[in-house]
């Protein structure tokens, strides 16, 4: 883990994927290592990623609100002259990243329309192989080396679709992935019925556009799994945003976590599970939560019905959630009327001609069939499957050495016996849960970024893993840590003492995930907790977390303080909005300046 503390220079580094992740990536590298030579390589033709030119379509709405799908150094509010705590259009969501990346000098780094095809160890660095996006596999490749490799390819990229035989379908068919750039298609007078599998949120989005392009549609949601998604309001019945009371930090208390400093009395007589009249409280609290967000929405008519999750409550759902915004009320009174809108809980056993068969024996006829059925996990597929081993990325179980796998099994029953004794609550869970396969093992990244094993070498990370609800926020501190750990500024010993240490701490992340959210597929969650999460890693960094209250401490018209209860009440109930992580790498260095002249002072 040995680190050196001074920056390198031109050296070369390659980001895939020019998403989110990848864009606050490149701003971050650049400002503290200008003269390094960076490229981006991304699939798409712009830079977005799930928000790309090509992904967005005029009926995509984000599932969040102004600010929250901010930058912390540029705000949506003023370049597009919408209100905060307003509902996004998907089409400003890509415009705002795409005057990101031009105001950061970004998209002339971007190769664009390129496929990375497979990615292998040179040296101390990596060599990448690419293709023209959309050319057969035998195309001709290049080959581009590079020092430094950020894989920031998220989870949304390949679509992922039912193993259906459609050749005898006569209609067209669909991913949500291609509605954008197929949407005359989809939309052409031609095609009166369509059929919307899947039960998330692009589903939803699909039933929207084609509802308000005058089809008929059948929404197909399969019986099995965690059903559809949670449909939240916007607002609450009081107006306020949900989105603002979310992002305030008192609503932390009512979450369990393992990534804060300390444990205090209230989340060990609350929280844990292991007080009878402080679960009591727990479980009040997450029903009025549930209640006040989602209403009767569920109980208006029999579609209502059929798009009710099997686990109705926020904090122990294992479905995902999606925004109900108020342009779509137009939509929910068609489902509820269910003349234009039928939905069915069944899947697709067979298609022939334009008749889709029922798994509840029925049938109905679609022109087209849009497929909401998810993603592909991508993230492993460039490597080699050794490299996806010794990189901590899922590989099947069996394909482990015995020993290997013996070692992970009992550190991770180990550390999930400590989570059980911090959290009674998980081990008494409240509803039956539907369990995922485990053939694969979890990811194991330190901070869902690094690969222990390669932590000598300090020559790649990856971005974008962890699941959550403040991608921005999240994705401008993971870029700063990561930055800080490549360049050799971030101390590893510092955190943890070793390589057993790390390898602990990793399997004691995923006990707390696999717990915490059961059931979920095999992807790192961190969804209400997210902001401890980040938290943990200003704290590595040595950056103030308590960021509101330095907020306040730094405004020029805060006024008398009361003793600091101003401060302490802007820090706890005041919207957490990305503005506040403003400034965090000019903070970074300057604290370590501080400590290079405490060294030369001594």
Request: proline share 4%.
């Amino acid at each position: 883990m040995a680190h050196n503390r001074k920056p390198s220079t031109g050296r070369r580094v390659i980001i895939i994927g020019a998403g989110i992740h990848g864009l606050a990536a490149a701003k971050t590298y650049l400002e503290m290592v200008p003269d390094i030579q960076l490229t981006i390589i991304d699939n798409d033709d712009s830079v977005g990623g799930v928000w790309s030119r090509s992904r967005v379509h005029s009926n995509l709405m984000a599932d969040s609100s102004t600010p929250t799908f901010d930058f912390s150094d540029l705000q949506m509010s003023e370049e597009f002259d919408i209100p905060e705590w307003s509902s996004i259009p998907g089409p400003i969501v890509h415009e705002y990243l795409e005057r990101y990346a031009k105001k950061f000098d970004i998209v002339h780094r971007c190769v664009f329309n390129t496929q990375v095809t497979s990615v292998e160890k040179e040296g101390r660095g990596w060599k990448v192989h690419t293709k023209k996006s959309g050319e057969a596999a035998i195309a001709k490749r290049q080959t581009l080396t590079c020092d430094v490799l950020m894989v920031a390819t998220g989870h949304f990229s390949v679509p992922k679709l039912p193993n259906i035989d459609i050749s005898a379908f006569e209609g067209k068919t669909f991913h949500t992935k291609d509605v954008n750039e197929r949407s005359d298609e989809l939309l052409s007078k031609d095609i009166e019925t369509i059929a919307v599998v899947g039960g998330n949120k692009s589903s939803f989005e699909a039933v929207c556009l084609s509802y308000k392009a005058g089809k008929n549609i059948h929404w197909l949601i399969r019986e099995e799994g965690a059903g559809p998604a949670l449909l939240m309001r916007t607002q609450l019945p009081n107006g306020i945003s949900t989105s603002k009371i979310g992002y305030t930090r008192f609503t932390s208390v009512f979450f369990p976590t393992i990534y804060s400093n300390s444990r205090n009395w209230w989340d060990r007589l609350v929280v844990s599970g292991g007080n009878a009249w402080g679960k009591k409280l727990f479980e009040w609290f997450w029903r009025s939560t549930t209640n006040n967000r989602i209403g009767d929405r569920y109980e208006k008519s029999e579609n209502g019905r059929l798009l009710k999750p099997k686990i109705l409550n926020l904090f122990w759902s294992q479905a995902s959630t999606s925004f109900v915004h108020n342009r779509d009320a137009s939509v929910f009174d068609a489902l509820d009327q269910g003349e234009k809108i039928h939905v069915a809980r069944a899947s697709i056993v067979s298609i022939k001609e334009k008749t889709l068969h029922l798994s509840n024996q029925s049938q109905v006829n679609a022109d087209a069939v849009v497929f909401a059925t998810g993603w592909e996990s991508i993230t492993g597929q460039i490597f080699s499957p050794e490299l996806q081993a010794e990189l901590g990325l899922p590989i099947l179980w069996d394909s482990l050495p015995e020993t290997e796998a013996k070692y992970w099994k009992e550190l991770d029953a180990s550390e999930d016996r400590k989570i059980l004794d911090l959290y009674p609550l998980f081990d008494n869970l409240p509803y039956k849960y539907i369990q995922q396969d485990v053939e694969y093992t979890p990811f194991r990244l330190f901070r869902s970024l690094v690969p222990p094993p390669l932590t000598a070498d300090r020559n790649i990370v990856f971005l974008g893993q962890l699941g959550n609800v403040q991608q921005t926020s999240l994705a401008e501190i993971n870029a700063l840590w990561s930055v800080a750990y490549l360049e050799g500024l971030l101390p590893l010993e510092r955190l943890v003492s070793d390589q057993d240490a790390m390898n602990r701490e990793v399997a004691r992340v995923n006990a707390f995930m696999k717990r915490r959210y059961p059931g979920r597929r095999n992807i790192p969650l961190a969804l209400l907790e997210v902001r401890d999460w980040m938290d943990m890693l200003l704290r590595d960094l040595g950056v103030r977390t308590d960021r509101n209250r330095l907020a306040w401490e730094r405004s020029a018209n805060r006024g008398f303080g009361w003793w600091g209860v101003k401060g302490w009440m802007a820090e706890w109930f005041k919207p957490y909005e990305p503005v506040v992580y403003r400034g965090i790498i000019g903070e970074f260095l300057e604290r370590l300046g501080q400590q290079d002249d405490d060294k030369k002072t001594r």
